[in-house]
């Protein structure tokens, strides 16, 4: 029998990769805090990484587990940690892996949470270096003899910026690298990690895989791709015997155990029940998206649409190359005079709200909300104008959509 499609997976992977108990179809939650050992010796063997097992409920257990293997079968790596957000995931695992005098060469182009992260991060003694991640030369221009990984996010938000990211994998391998990049805009099938040479892919799973903005929860997977032996900040006793684990060994102990950000059973159950249905609503959400991009190209009150499908985009061709479709996200500047706020009061099917990867179409004034705190000068740096409006297309019919901004553009 050939492999089954990315939606029959999906579909079944509860299932047919965690074997419910009775017949069931999904795994059965486990709010449990404590676990029983018969065995003293069996409890001490799971402590010591001996042995897998759950030996307490912040660190983990049978519901996380489950959606764990259901993800890095998902993005074709060898393991996963979650966490109870996606930031908690970031947070997690660069506490984990890196400390004072390391250096990051990371994407310019960052979301707002995750660029406010990184200044903290500067504040512990983590050199940064910001970098436009479009271009490969830059990348390679911003290494230092302290580098210890690249990061980037696959399309940035909001402006929808493509990182080079076959050129910059590649690169990575060759230096010995970690190369992190946050999933989150392009969750599987639209991006091959494995084969963009990514060492470790973070997702916030309260986007597309949740979908239905009722859950928050995140994820980090190890692709298998990076060495772990040349990664000098592994501490002794996460070395396990498979040198391919020393990773996400050390932010499951020092990120999930230590920090504490751990995810419900019930947000694990409500992810994994969502990711049933990933590739049916990302694929009607991308193609709402480019139909309504294409139409807000046309309309003269509109004056700079942002979307890597559209062929001016200026990393079409990365796009194209590098991701299984272009994603639900696009932004779009208003021309000068009116209001992005009066203009959004307009609209009657969209939603105001600040959120990702829901069914339904949301939208917000970006640079007075979750990018106000980055300044104006920041900002602009980033690409991001006054005017700017970010906009997560949903699974709404198409002419819907349309006839909403026709009514809400008709009154300016």
């Given at each position: ?56 409920g912040r660190s983990s257990s049978g519901s996380m587990a489950a959606l764990q293997t259901i993800i890095a079968d998902m993005e074709g790596g060898i393991a996963t940690a979650c966490f109870a957000t996606g930031m908690a995931a970031i947070t997690s695992t660069m506490l984990s892996l890196f400390k004072a005098g390391d250096h990051l060469i990371v994407s310019q182009y960052l979301f707002g949470n995750t660029r406010s992260f990184l200044d903290t991060l500067m504040d512990l003694g983590v050199e940064l270096t910001f970098v436009d991640v479009t271009s490969i030369r830059d990348v390679i221009a911003a290494k230092q003899d302290n580098t210890r990984a690249v990061f980037t996010e696959t ?258």
């Amino acid at each position: 029998m050939t492999k089954p499609g990315v939606t029959t997976r999906q579909v079944h992977a509860d299932r047919q990769l965690n074997h419910p108990a009775d017949g069931a179809v999904h795994t059965s939650t486990t709010n449990a805090v404590l676990f029983e050992f018969e065995k003293t010796q069996d409890l001490v063997d799971v402590f010591q990484g001996k042995k897998m097992g759950h030996v307490y409920g912040r660190s983990s257990s049978g519901s996380m587990a489950a959606l764990q293997t259901i993800i890095a079968d998902m993005e074709g790596g060898i393991a996963t940690a979650c966490f109870a957000t996606g930031m908690a995931a970031i947070t997690s695992t660069m506490l984990s892996l890196f400390k004072a005098g390391d250096h990051l060469i990371v994407s310019q182009y960052l979301f707002g949470n995750t660029r406010s992260f990184l200044d903290t991060l500067m504040d512990l003694g983590v050199e940064l270096t910001f970098v436009d991640v479009t271009s490969i030369r830059d990348v390679i221009a911003a290494k230092q003899d302290n580098t210890r990984a690249v990061f980037t996010e696959t399309i940035a938000n909001p402006v929808t910026q493509v990182a080079d990211l076959r050129a910059i994998g590649k690169w990575c391998e060759e230096q010995k690298l970690l190369f992190m990049v946050d999933n989150t805009m392009t969750p599987p099938p639209a991006f091959d990690a494995k084969a963009m040479k990514v060492s470790l892919v973070l997702n916030s799973l309260t986007k597309y895989h949740g979908g239905h903005g009722h859950v928050l929860g995140g994820a980090v997977t190890d692709m298998g791709n990076f060495d772990w032996t040349s990664f000098s900040n592994i501490k002794p006793a996460y070395q396990v015997a498979d040198e391919r684990m020393w990773g996400i060994t050390q932010i499951r102990k020092k990120g999930l155990r230590d920090l504490g950000a751990t995810l419900a059973a019930q947000s694990a159950h409500l992810i994994s029940v969502g990711i049933e249905t990933l590739s049916l609503r990302m694929a009607r959400s991308t193609e709402n998206a480019m139909k309504l991009a294409t139409y807000l190209e046309s309309q003269d009150k509109i004056e700079r649409v942002y979307y890597p499908g559209l062929s001016n985009h200026p990393q079409h061709y990365f796009a194209r190359e590098q991701l299984g479709g272009y994603g639900a996200i696009l932004s779009f500047d208003l021309v000068p005079g009116i209001d992005p706020c009066e203009f959004l009061d307009e609209l009657k099917l969209v939603l105001s709200a600040t959120h990702l990867g829901d069914t339904r179409t949301l939208a917000l004034p970006v640079a007075s909300t979750i990018f106000f705190e980055n300044g104006q000068r920041e900002r602009a740096r980033m690409g991001i104008t006054e005017t700017m409006i970010r906009m997560s297309v949903g699974i709404e019919d198409t002419d819907d959509l349309v006839a909403d901004f026709d009514q809400a553009l008709a009154k300016f």
